[in-house]
């Protein structure tokens, strides 16, 4: 007789039959084959499509700021890979319409190439991986392969790079991905959760990224988004991308600091405690999260030279949440911070969740986004090494979140999910070209129309 530790935290006794080995649980994985081919992840036909991209986009706005929405439609229409970052809820319809796997992970949601870059570690080192979960939620392990295989075509072309690099790019990622998913099935468990990549700066637009990084300190954002007043500093206003709140204004949001506190380990708690908040502000960021609201608390501990950022980000619930399975109903900014916790090997300290005025919220330190890739950091050889470390720390947060075992089972030599995955993300980068065309054409006739009225 041994004890399982169950999913409900509970410990049950049972007989070691019933727990599956890693050699059964890699069979489980390879029957799936008998559900979805390998082969069948190429396709991609927009006859499947039982829904309007545009109005899916307009639906996902309800809620938002509306004043903010107008902002996240001038992001999209500025090219197909901005219209693709911020298209998550189009895509998550489109993968719900295709046979799956059924291999059930923790996944991100939402990667692309821009959603990795690097931060501060609990210990004060710099980390490069995926940084950005608002979308994570747990569905088919090969979703994620599939937005990133898409963007590194969409991102290449912006680069100006020719789709014959792009492809290569791609067919590196999923090759990387595969070989290292296969390395972490033979690991020791612990080995893998402790895995660190050891090539950062052997990847040139990463060793780029982790310089940037070195200088976006806490006191780099104080100068940068704060200026002086009197014996202390505020935000400055930089409308409308950011402007500072009233003090009515402000209250609800320092007040939620109450119930974030509790989400925080006691030792966290303690660190927190020791600052105080000076100022806050309303803050747009990203494409994606354009129009929900996001509010940046600045604090200080020990003086003016100890600034902490914190920024409280609505989180309205994945766009994947319609088309998986859920066993509860769960807090919105508290999914997102526990599913980053999941996949990455080191998280923010501070990385919790609470309420403002009845709307959900995930709480994190600022990231300002000054040590992310550019788009235009993807071109020629550049592109392919990058690619390859994106396989890298996708198959390490699927490895650390899910079953690798049924994964590796499943994709077995590799060859054949590979190329199925590439033509797909071929297949699809054109689609998200032709939706994005259909929204600058809806766009230029609303504002069209707009101007007509106000004649």
């Given amino acids: ?79 197909p890979f901005g219209y693709f970052r911020g298209a998550v809820p189009v895509m998550a319809a489109d993968l719900s319409l295709l046979r799956n796997t059924g291999i059930l992970n923790q996944i991100c949601g939402d990667a692309h190439v821009r959603n990795l870059g690097a931060y501060a570690a609990p210990d004060g080192r710099l980390v490069f991986d ?66 660190q990549v050891h090539r950062l700066m052997k990847t040139e637009p990463v060793d780029g990224v982790l310089r940037k990084a070195e200088r976006a300190t806490p006191l780099h954002t104080l100068e940068s988004l704060t200026v002086a007043a009197g014996g202390s500093r505020k935000f400055k206003e930089n409308k409308p991308i950011l402007w500072r709140l009233s003090d009515t204004e402000a209250r609800p949001v320092l007040d939620s600091l109450v119930q974030y506190r509790r989400s925080l380990l006691p030792e966290r708690q303690h660190m927190l405690d020791q600052y105080r908040a000076v100022d806050v502000c309303f803050k747009v960021v990203g494409t994606g999260s354009v129009g929900t609201r996001d509010y940046c608390v600045y604090m200080q501990g020990n003086g003016t030279d100890d600034p902490l950022f914190l920024q409280i980000k609505e989180e309205p619930g994945s766009a994947y949440l319609p088309y998986v399975k859920r066993a509860a109903k769960v807090h919105c900014g508290r999914a997102v911070a526990e599913g980053q916790r999941k996949m990455q090997m080191q ?42 470390l994106c396989g890298e720390l996708l198959a390490r947060g699927h490895a650390r979140s899910g079953d690798v075992q049924m994964i590796a089972g499943y994709i077995g030599g590799g060859g054949g999910f590979v190329q199925a995955v590439e033509k797909f993300a071929v297949a699809y980068a054109q689609q998200m070209e032709k939706d994005w065309e259909s929204l600058k054409k809806a766009r230029a006739v609303k504002t069209k129309a707009a101007k007509k009225a106000a004649r």
């Avoid at 990387?176 to 080995?191: D, I, N, Q, S």
């Avoid at 609470?354 to 040590?371: F, I, M, P, W």
């Fill in 347 to 388: 998280s923010d300290p501070l990385l919790g969740w609470t309420s403002v005025e009845g709307r959900q919220y995930l709480v994190r330190q600022l990231n300002d986004h000054k040590a992310s890739i550019e788009v235009t950091d993807l071109k020629g050889a550049g592109l392919t090494a990058y690619a390859e």
């Fill in 1 to 79: 007789m041994v004890w399982a530790i169950m999913s409900d935290g509970k410990a049950m006794p049972t007989k070691s039959a019933e727990i599956p080995t890693s050699k059964e649980r890699r069979a489980a994985g390879q029957a799936r084959r008998k559900a979805v081919k390998r082969q069948q992840h190429a396709l991609w036909d927009a006859k499947l499509r039982k829904h309007d991209p545009l109005k899916l986009m307009a639906a996902s706005m309800k809620g938002r700021v509306p004043e903010l929405v107008p902002i996240k439609y001038e992001r999209m229409t500025a090219s």
């Fill in 130 to 195: 995926i940084n950005d979960f608002d979308e994570t939620v747990r569905a088919p392990f090969e979703w994620d392969l599939k937005r990133l295989a898409t963007s590194l075509i969409l991102a290449a072309r912006e680069a100006g790079d020719r789709d014959a690099a792009a492809r290569s790019a791609v067919e590196a990622f999923l090759a990387c991905y595969h070989l290292w998913v296969r390395k972490f099935a033979e690991m020791p468990v612990l080995e893998v959760a402790r895995y």
